[in-house]
């Protein structure tokens, strides 16, 4: 099983629509979080970090989910902007390394 | 806040040269950078961890007599890609993290896209 794990997709969305997407980490000492986008050719750059109450950005909301291993990340009234690849990471361990998952591609159509 | 530059950009070099990458943390002091390694359509390959001050620690399977990093100071970390080859060109990404003000959070750089011939 890998460390950290997401649905590759691609998840076709329409314009406007709500999306969410999940990732399991397998580490349950895992204490740090993150969602970061990376569009085609480009670095990845951070969307949010997950606290263990939750958080939301605007029209992005990250959740934690400690029992079963998983951080999710939903976007509301989606735009074609928001089209991108969807990387999560954890932190490894103390130093500070993170895991990444493999990233959820996400397309939005209008 | 919190922005990494990383230079060249990119870099087209024949068969067996040496390429030298630069990473510099421009608004903050990076106790830690990291190197990465994206082949297309594939996931981010951590290489090392690099500490100012420190050696390097590498992944498995990541040769450090052919990426060289130096980590002089806390804003500048540097990878070299010794005797490189078509099987190296790949994007190296850089990210920087400060245990200070952002703990385990990484920004990157741009990224340097290598191509050998």
């Known amino acids: 099983r890998k460390e950290v794990e997401q649905d590759p997709g691609p998840f076709n969305v329409p314009e406007g629509a709500t999306v969410a997407f999940n990732c399991t980490y397998s580490?349950?000492?895992?204490?740090?979080f993150f969602w970061y986008r990376q569009d085609c050719r480009k670095e990845p750059k951070l969307l949010m970090s997950?606290?263990?109450?939750?958080n939301e950005d605007g029209r992005f909301t990250a959740q934690l989910n400690r029992a079963s291993q998983y951080i999710s990340l939903l976007i509301r009234d989606s735009k074609l902007s928001d089209s991108a690849t969807y990387l999560c990471?954890?932190?490894?361990?103390?130093?500070?390394?993170?895991?990444w998952g493999a990233g959820t591609k996400l397309i939005i159509k209008p | 806040g919190a922005v990494v530059s990383q230079h060249p950009s990119r870099v087209i070099c024949k068969s067996g040269t040496s390429v030298k990458i630069e990473c510099r943390s421009l608004?903050?002091?990076?106790?830690?950078m990291f190197w990465y390694r994206q082949f297309p359509k594939q996931s981010l390959m951590l290489m090392a961890t690099?500490?100012?001050?420190?050696?390097?620690?590498?992944e498995q399977g990541v040769e450090k007599d052919k990426f060289l990093i130096n980590h002089a100071s806390l804003t500048l970390s540097t990878l070299t890609v010794t005797s490189a080859h078509p099987e190296d060109s790949s994007f190296y990404i850089c990210?920087?993290?400060?245990?200070?003000?952002?703990?385990?959070?990484?920004?990157f750089g741009p990224g340097t896209r290598l191509t050998v011939l």
């Open positions: 990210s920087a993290s400060s245990l200070l003000t952002s703990g385990d959070t990484q920004y």
């Open positions: 608004d903050f002091q990076a106790t830690t």
């Open positions: 690099s500490n100012e001050g420190s050696k390097a620690t590498y």
């Open positions: 580490n349950s000492a895992s204490q740090s």
């Open positions: 997950v606290y263990s109450s939750g």
């Open positions: 990471a954890v932190n490894r361990d103390s130093n500070y390394q993170l895991i």
